[in-house]
């Protein structure tokens, strides 16, 4: 069954520093995968999305992904971390032709002056 | 984001029966409920293509969806338990090739007494 891990609960990064948030998935075959925000009191939002085909894809805001089907990873980066960007991450996945979107736990991020 | 709209946005009930409404103005044709509960990632529970029931997770009878129109979500709750506490999502998707973009409302508070 498709799984996704996000190993860490909780990242503190000082504003302007580099931030990489970890998530792992599990599937057979080739998943599409996204990365959702969810801002306080907001719904989830569309950050990103990885289809096949180039493994780096650019998403809103600054923040970019990249895809290994080796490590089957799929980490979120951003060069330079803005006060805004204090939210939780959510790492998802999906089967082609399918409708379920399997969400991982959730990554808080919180930024430091 | 005013392109899906619930309400109502907070509620709090003893146990009543009360019904929560969504509706998408993007034109897609998948529409979704999502049940998040506190500290924890969205977790599906029904899943609506084309007005038609095609997935219907392992969630208490006390709920039960309605699908008027294929812009129209409706969740019928009655007899709410405590566990039922939670942030109720609306989401909607184009379906078909797109899936796992899920686009979100900005939920339903419900507060159980």
Not at chain 1, 36 to 44: A, E, H, I, S
Not at chain 2, 3 to 28: D, V
Request: with cysteine.
């Amino acid at each position: 069954a498709q799984s996704v891990t996000q190993p860490d609960a909780r990242v503190t990064v000082s504003e302007g520093a580099s931030l990489q948030l970890r998530c792992k998935y599990s599937y057979f075959g080739t998943p599409y995968l996204f990365w959702y925000v969810q801002y306080p009191r907001q719904g989830l939002q569309l950050l990103l999305k990885y289809y096949p085909g180039d493994p780096v894809v650019q998403g809103v805001n600054g923040f970019e992904a990249e895809f290994s089907k080796s490590n089957s990873s799929f980490h979120l980066r951003k060069a330079s971390v803005h006060w805004s960007d204090w939210a939780v991450y959510f790492c998802a996945v999906s089967m082609s032709g399918g409708y379920k979107v399997v969400f991982g736990s959730g990554t808080r991020l919180l930024v430091s002056p | 984001n005013t392109k899906i709209t619930q309400s109502p946005r907070y509620l709090i009930l003893g146990r009543a029966n009360k019904s929560l409404e969504c509706e998408q103005h993007l034109g897609h044709n998948a529409m979704y409920w999502y049940k998040q509960s506190a500290e924890k990632p969205p977790e599906l529970m029904f899943l609506y293509n084309l007005k038609q029931l095609i997935r219907n997770e392992t969630v208490p009878s006390r709920f039960i969806p309605e699908c008027p129109d294929s812009s129209k979500l409706l969740l019928h709750i009655s007899a709410v338990d405590p566990e039922d506490s939670a942030v109720y999502f609306c989401a909607s998707s184009p379906g078909g090739t797109n899936t796992g973009q899920l686009y979100f409302g900005e939920g339903s508070k419900l507060t159980v007494l």
